[in-house]
């Protein structure tokens, strides 16, 4: 792999425009997709983040609801304990100064362990306080008789007296009032009331708890801390009891404040709130996640028209949703931004390395291009040898053959006759090369088939037939010209002097090679056979010395049977192994 210091090295042959368009070509699908990747990976991130927050607002407001309900459920349970006392019901009938001393000693204990009333109150008929004690900031004390007061006009009061017995009435959560006043610092309050009845089931009175609302609100917002949005509580109308800032607490209460429900800032949330007992949902100010609080207890019925239901709701700002994805979006923009000069850089490098790929291709095109052409030009220069050697020979052999018609010696016509035979074996191989498009192997069937069918016809002899057995097998040049002076000599004698005395006669040259590159070359006739005293290692007649000298220069050896006529077997290996077909003819 090639280092940023070899790319300085030839960065410089390398043209720009070229780069350029190889840079691009990678830089720009990788940094899209990787793009593509990250966006995916954000589009699922936020999916995942909305989810995992719309079910944690759920679980905290559902949670807050419980702990309401909860709540409610242990003042119900406290005022119907309160009022069933039989001490009451004797107090209900006749009015003791002993009987109140036990009551209000009862209330005393009470409030000390409970520490959640603000007042624990009974009221006989006429609405007028019989017994009360007041929580006193932690510090109970029972209210003189003096200082008792007449209630008969407050709502509480009255519909509490209409309730029948175990039924409980719940007043709206507000701000307790002294005198008419608001009471500061606020203390908020809801106010539980059920009626006492006597021994002969006599409604003779009311049991008031006022409970101090301000500890479960303070839990409330305890627990809105595991939630990402903000906690608000309704009441049946929308109204502010816990508003998103502080100064809209109980702004239905304080007149002078305009801000006094859901509705004057989110009228779309307060109709889908409203009308339903639960649920969730998104507007274009945000997330919002609401519960309704409707019965302390499931066997309970206030039946006042859902006057003591609340609205407990979590709400997200679209600014907090926002924030958190615009943070996971900042840090992968920054990975993005990292990723893409990490590509660019890499690009870069992959498109030097491709185009420094590239031009040394097209060097070793033009260098092949070059070779091609040259060896093209040698290889026309080399047949133009072959033919201008082949034409010599085939000069030369023409010579021998008009010297010959002025000789009438046999013996020296002979000659003659088989120097130009050995002169046309070896111009046929440089005709074949020449024909040729392999320079540097001659294939010896073709080349075998045209040495034979010369021979017989300047020998002239019609009745002698040859059989030619060859593979086409590849040799070198050397080679052929030894092989083709061999057969020439053979197949000459044996026509020569092989079927002197023999009507029909028969010449077979058959060459192989098996797998370990051994050639076999044989070449036999059917005729009168070697004389069995002839040695052919000693013989000094030109053909068999050339024959064997042939032989030698081929590094391989020779065998004669002169049974049946007369076989020459030889054998030698191709120094380079080549693949044979295996054509006959």
């Not at 007041?134 to 510090?139: D, M």
């Not at 519909?159 to 709206?172: A, C, H, W």
């Not at 607490?249 to 800032?265: C, E, H, N, R, V």
């Not at 931004?337 to 097209?362: D, P, Q």
């Amino acid at each position: 792999m090639l280092t940023f210091l070899e790319i300085k090295i030839y960065r410089l042959d390398i043209p720009v425009d070229e780069m350029k368009k190889y840079f691009l070509m990678i830089f720009l699908p990788s940094v899209v997709l990787v793009g593509i990747v990250l966006l995916i990976f954000y589009v699922s991130f936020t999916r995942i983040e909305g989810k995992i927050l719309e079910k944690n607002e759920i679980r905290v407001v559902q949670f807050q609801s419980e702990i309401m309900h909860k709540a409610l459920n242990a003042i119900v349970s406290d005022l119907l304990f309160l009022s069933g006392q039989t001490i009451l019901q004797k107090l209900a009938k006749e009015k003791k100064a002993t009987f109140r001393k036990i009551v209000a000693n009862e209330y005393l204990s009470f409030s000390k362990n409970k520490r959640t009333y603000d007042q624990i109150r009974f009221l006989d008929m006429n609405g007028t306080e019989i017994v009360r004690v007041n929580f006193n900031h932690g510090q109970p004390r029972i209210v003189l008789a003096e200082a008792l007061q007449n209630k008969a006009k407050r709502h509480y009061f009255e519909n509490t007296l209409q309730r029948k017995r175990g039924d409980v009435f719940i007043s709206p959560f507000d701000l307790n009032l002294e005198n008419g006043e608001i009471e500061n610092p606020a203390k908020p309050v809801i106010r539980f009331g059920t009626p006492v009845f006597d021994g002969a089931n006599q409604k003779s009175g009311i049991v008031i708890l006022n409970y101090l609302g301000a500890e479960m609100l303070q839990q409330l917002e305890r627990l809105s801390e595991g939630s990402l949005g903000q906690f608000v509580l309704l009441n049946s109308k929308g109204q502010w009891l816990k508003g998103l800032n502080p100064e809209d607490d109980w702004g239905f209460i304080y007149k002078k404040k305009t801000m006094q429900a859901l509705d004057d800032s989110f009228p779309d949330a307060w109709r889908q709130i409203n009308q339903a007992g639960s649920g969730q949902f998104y507007t274009a100010k945000g997330l919002f996640t609401f519960e309704t609080i409707l019965k302390p207890l499931s066997d309970f019925d206030s039946n006042l028209s859902g006057s003591h239901s609340w609205k407990v709701v979590s709400y997200v700002p679209p600014e907090l949703l926002n924030t958190r994805f615009h943070q996971f979006l900042s840090g992968l923009l920054i990975i993005y931004g990292l990723l893409s000069i990490g590509l660019a850089l890499l690009s870069w490098y992959l498109a030097t390395v491709l185009m420094h790929r590239k031009t040394e291709a097209l060097k070793r095109q033009q260098t092949e291009k070059d070779l091609k052409l040259s060896l093209q030009e040698k290889v026309v220069l080399l047949q133009e040898i072959h033919h201008r050697v082949k034409n010599n020979l085939q000069v030369i052999s023409s010579l021998l053959k008009i010297q010959a018609r002025y000789i009438e010696d046999k013996e020296t016509l002979a000659i003659f006759q088989e120097s130009k035979d050995r002169i046309h074996a070896m111009s046929a191989i440089h005709e074949t090369l020449y024909q040729s498009d392999d320079l540097a192997n001659i294939h010896t069937k073709d080349y075998i088939k045209k040495l034979v069918d010369n021979l017989f016809l300047s020998y002239g002899l019609d009745e002698i037939v040859s059989i030619i057995e060859v593979q086409d097998i590849p040799l070198s040049v050397d080679d052929a010209i030894s092989c083709g002076l061999i057969i020439n000599e053979l197949v000459s004698n044996s026509l020569k002097y092989a079927f002197s005395g023999v009507q029909k006669g028969k010449i077979t040259i058959m060459m192989s090679m098996n797998a370990d590159s051994k050639i076999l070359l044989t070449v036999s006739d059917n005729g009168v056979g070697l004389p069995e005293n002839l040695d052919i290692t000693t013989n000094k007649t030109m053909g068999l010395r050339l024959v064997h000298l042939m032989v030698d220069e081929l590094q391989g050896d020779i065998q004669v049977d002169k049974h049946k006529g007369t076989q020459f077997q030889i054998q030698f290996v191709l120094t380079q192994p080549v693949v044979a077909s295996n054509s006959q003819e």
